[in-house]
C-alpha cells in the first residue's frame, strides 16, 4: 500500500509510517495539507499525520483537515520522541546547529547549558537538518535529529537523548476514506460544535458520556474560525460506534450540537 | 516599565507588547522561556507570550511555563493577524520568499496557487523574514509578514491580506507576579489535575460551575508529562477568583484534584 508522509527521509513522521507498516510504499510531501490531499484524491490509501506531542501539544492543523477533508482516523501510533546531537569534531567545537523549531523547543535547556554561544540554523524538518548537515562535512556545524535520520544519513552520534524531558511522545494518526472495525479495544474521536451558549452546557454534554459508562480521554476546545470565544470541542473517549452506549450517547449529544464523527481505530494506549 | 517579549522588532508579540503598553521600555527576547525567565527574575516587569492563535490552536510552551514559573496572568490581548507579502519586484518575479513556519501554515493555499514554484525561506521569527529582506534587495526575493514589520524596515508592499483565514486571531497573555483586581468584566484560568481516573470525572468536575453558574470560555487537556493518557486540564472561566461562587466552585474542584491558578484579569472578549 502507498502511504502519503512528512518528508523527506529521516523525519519522526517517517518513522511513524515505518510502524504502521514497514513494507508500505512511502510517498514523502512537504506539509500536513499535502497528506491529507493525497488520500482525499486517491493519491495514496493512507496518510500518517501528528496529532498531539507530549511536550508541544496538539497539532491544530491536523484537527482543522480531519473536518475540511472529511477523511476518517483509521489507526493511531505513538513514538517516543528522542533526540540525537551529531556532528563531525567535539561538542567544544560546534559554533552552527543544524535544528527543526521543534527539536529546539524540545532540547532548549541542554543547548543553552552545553553550547550556549552556538548558532542556531533552522530548517523545515528533522531530515532537513540531518541532510544539510550531510552535505557540510565541517566540524563547526552539528545537527540535533531522530536516531531514523541519524541512520539513513549515517552519521555520528555525539549524543543520545539530548531533549530536556524523559517523558516525550507523539501520537500519530493514520487517515483513511474509513475507519477501522471494532476490535474490543477501541477509541473514538469526534467533533462537536454547540448550537447554544449557556453555562452548564459542557456539563451537561460531558452527561451524556458519563451516564453511558464512557471514558473520555481528551477534550479541547478550539476557535471555531468565526469569533475568539466560539469554540470546537474535540473529544477522544474510550468505545467504537458501533457498540450501544456509544451510539446513545451520540445521539443524545446531537440534540444540543453538530457532532461529527472523526472515526473508530483501536486503542494503542 | 520594562516588558519582555519576542524580538526581533516585527512581530506580532511586539504589537502585543505596544498595544498592552505603547510607552512601555521592550526588552526582545529570543525564545518563550526567555520572556519567563525575565520576568521570574525581575529583570522585567511584565512579559508578553502568544497563547492560542484561531487557526494554529495553543501555544503548549506557554500553558507549561505558566505551571513551571509560578508567574500569573495579569492581562490578557487579542490581535487581528493581517500577513503581508512584500518585495523588491512583481509576484511574478518571486523566486524565493523569507517566511516564518507559522505563517506559512497560515497562508499555504496563497502561496500555492500565485507563487507554486518559489521556495520557502524559513525563518525564525516574522521579524526575522522583513530583516532578512530587507538586507537583500533582490527582485527575485520576497517575505510574508505583519503590518508592523512593513513599517519598521519600510518595505513594499505587493499584496495586503494574504492569510488564507479571513478570520485569523491572535491571544495573548501579559504575565507578572501578581493578578490583576476585580473589575466586574473578567477571566480566570486555571489548571487542574485530577487526582482520580473514572469515567464521569469530568463531568463531575465541570458540574462545581455550573452549579455556580460560571461560564466555561476554553477547556483543553495536555498529557502531564508522566504518561500519554494521563491528562492536565487547563480552563479558562467567566469570573474573578474573589467572586463567592468562583472561590466556592473552586474548592470543590480541590477535593479531587490539584488546583493550580494561573490568574485572574480583565476580560477583552
New interface residues.
Given amino acids: 500500500m502507498r502511504i502519503a508522509t512528512l518528508g523527506p527521509e529521516g523525519t519522526f513522521s517517517h518513522e511513524a509510517a515505518l510502524k504502521y507498516d514497514g513494507k508500505a510504499d512511502l510517498a514523502f510531501v512537504n ?1 500536513i ?1 499535502d497528506v491529507f490531499d493525497m488520500v482525499s484524491k486517491g493519491k495514496a490509501g493512507l496518510g500518517i499525520v501528528p496529532i ?10 491536523t ?2 483537515f480531519l473536518m475540511q477533508f472529511c477523511l476518517k482516523i483509521k489507526a493511531e501510533e ?1 513514538l517516543p520522541i528522542n533526540h540525537y546531537l551529531v556532528g563531525f569534531g567535539a561538542i567544544g567545537d560546534i559554533r552552527h546547529i543544524y535544528i527543526h ?1 521543534q527539536t529546539f ?1 524540545q532540547c ?1 535547556l541542554f543547548i543553552k547549558k552545553n553550547m550556549p554561544k552556538a548558532e ?1 540554523i ?3 524538518s528533522n531530515g532537513k537538518s540531518a541532510e544539510m548537515l550531510s552535505k557540510s562535512k565541517d566540524k563547526s556545524k552539528a545537527a540535533i535529529i531522530p536516531k531514523i535520520a541519524v541512520d539513513f544519513y549515517k552519521l555520528k552520534v555525539l549524543k543520545k537523548d539530548v531533549q530536556d ?1 524523559r ?1 516525550n ?1 507523539t ?1 500519530f494518526f493514520a487517515i483513511s476514506k474509513d475507519d477501522a472495525k471494532k476490535t474490543g479495544y477501541d477509541r473514538t474521536s469526534i467533533a462537536v460544535y454547540p448550537q447554544v ?4 452546557l ?3 454534554m ?2 451524556h ?2 451516564k453511558n ?11 471555531s ?5 466560539d ?1 470546537i ?1 474535540y473529544i477522544d473517549f474510550q468505545g467504537h460506534k458501533s457498540e450501544k452506549n456509544v451510539a446513545d450517547a451520540l445521539k443524545k449529544l446531537e440534540e444540543s450540537a453538530f457532532v461529527t464523527l472523526l472515526g473508530s481505530y483501536p486503542r494503542k ?1
Fill in positions: 506539509t495539507r498531539e506531542n507530549s511536550i508541544a501539544g496538539t497539532v491544530g492543523q484537527l482543522d505513538v523549531p523547543e532548549e542556531m533552522q530548517t523545515s524531558n517523558f511522545v501520537r451558549d449557556r453555562p452548564g459542557l456539563h451537561e460531558l452527561g458520556f458519563a459508562g464512557i471514558n473520555l480521554t481528551k477534550i479541547e476546545s478550539r476557535p474560525k468565526g469569533k475568539l470565544g469554540y470541542f494506549y
